[in-house]
């Protein structure tokens, strides 16, 4: 069975004391704007760092019709091929998601190793992943990745042995012991994480009853573990893609009841970022940890307003939230890291997202904004007035 992405760098990387040096592939379709595919190709360079890797070069591969084999032109990655290896690049990285047996003809054709932008982003969470539920998560997206490649991985065995259909062929008796291993391991790591979710849930019960819960959540490096920092005092941002990957909830207070009864606070959550084409194998893996989201009172969906994808990446952000199962809750948008724009840019974005609250993490600037939407979303004790006559029950009848 194939080891893990993450290994495979470790061991360039220790081989040859430099941070592995990677040349980026997309495919543009007659229908793809040159300069979409251009975004898509600086996130697969951010994405490739945050791996601990260097993007040396970069392609667009202009092509009508998929090919089956190799996915781009045998051709044109042939060509891409010498350019790759003139710039030192050991590895291909290609922004689209690939077969196993795509992969494995494209490193034949080409004698370079490729990967695709799923191994890819598995390879990053599995360095992030801390806790034992987010490394079992990681695990199980990598294993059920693996699985539906396992077959192709000994197609030219198989052939060897006499072609589609042979039993008990030297590739087929392999294929089976790995694919029935990795189904066992799935389902050791199903059983693992429906326990892991049994306690959460406990925890989460057990959790300060009575106070709303509240989750932050959007597109990665949007600013959502600094926002909680900013309202809770907690919380480590980082300049990198999927920092964060396990759960974090802190109490945050909001401000004095009117009347000044009581001070009135919610627990933030902030958890895993999404991005564009986020591996469907992480979303359903990462299910206990985004159940936290699904269950939360309402959702704060946070955005780099300075980005400019800002839009594809809200539209992202919108269809995740969709697929993971949040449909009802009360949401505020939450434009971010406004500092970065200059004041017209603020007033369009004002006038795009009416609702929207514009925020500085660093600078705490619009964050009572945020605390003013979340008072008034919950329900606080009931206001003291004064009682009127008919409410005093006093009784027409004398003691005795
Ligand atoms: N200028 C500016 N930078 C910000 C702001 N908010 C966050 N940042 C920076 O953006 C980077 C990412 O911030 P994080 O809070 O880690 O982002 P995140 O959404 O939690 O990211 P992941 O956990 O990786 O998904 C950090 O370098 C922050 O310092 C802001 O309002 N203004
Ligand atoms: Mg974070």
């Known amino acids: 069975m194939q080891g893990s992405f993450a290994r495979i760098s470790d061991t360039l990387e220790a081989m040859t004391e430099r941070p592995t040096r990677c040349f980026l592939l997309a495919h543009q379709g007659p229908q793809d704007r040159e300069a979409d595919i251009g975004e898509h190709l600086d996130e697969l360079g951010e994405l490739t760092r945050a ?16 090919d089956a084999r190799t996915f781009y032109g045998k051709g044109q990655i042939e060509t891409v091929a010498g350019e790759a290896r003139r710039l030192e690049a050991v590895l291909l990285l290609c922004d689209d998601e ?43 997206a990598r294993y059920e990745y693996e699985l539906p490649r396992l077959k192709g991985a000994w197609t030219h065995l198989e052939r060897q042995g006499g072609g589609v259909g042979l ?12 694919r029935r291993m990795t189904r066992l391991r799935i389902s050791q790591l199903k059983k693992e994480l429906q326990h892991l979710e049994r306690v959460r849930e406990t925890q989460r019960q057990g959790r300060a009853p009575g106070i709303p819960r509240i989750s932050l959540v959007g597109y990665t490096n949007a600013g959502k573990t600094s926002l909680l920092r900013a309202l809770t005092g907690e919380g480590e941002p980082q300049d990198m893609l999927f920092a964060t990957l396990d759960t974090t909830t802190r109490k945050a207070w909001l401000g004095w009841d009117e009347g000044a009864i009581e001070p009135r606070h919610v627990l933030v959550s902030d958890t895993v970022g999404f991005i564009r084409k986020l591996p469907h194998q992480l979303v ?68 795009q997202h009416p609702a929207a609250a514009l925020t500085c993490a660093l600078t705490k600037e619009g964050l009572d904004d945020v605390r003013g939407w979340l008072m008034e979303l919950i329900p606080g004790p009931p206001k003291p007035r004064e009682l009127e006559a008919w409410e005093l029950h006093e009784t027409s009848e004398k003691p005795d």
């Open 167 to 178: 039993r008990g062929g030297p590739g087929e008796t392999q294929i089976e012991v790995d």
């Open 284 to 351: 359903a893996a990462f299910r206990s940890t985004l159940s936290e989201v699904r269950t939360a009172d309402a959702l704060l969906v946070v955005a780099d307003a300075a980005s400019p994808e800002l839009e594809d990446q809200l539209k992202v952000v919108g269809a995740t939230l969709h697929d993971i199962g949040c449909k009802d809750q009360p949401r505020l948008l939450i434009l971010n890291q406004v500092d970065r724009l200059p004041r017209p840019r603020r007033l369009d974005l004002k006038r």
């Open 51 to 66: 791996c601990g890797m260097e993007p040396v070069g970069r392609e667009h591969l202009r092509r009508a019709v998929i």
């Open 98 to 140: 690939l077969s196993g047996s795509q992969v494995r003809n494209i490193e034949k054709t080409t004698g370079m190793t490729c990967l695709d932008r799923t191994g890819l982003i598995l390879a990053i969470f599995e360095q992030r992943a801390q806790s034992r539920e987010a490394k079992a998560q990681v695990e199980l």
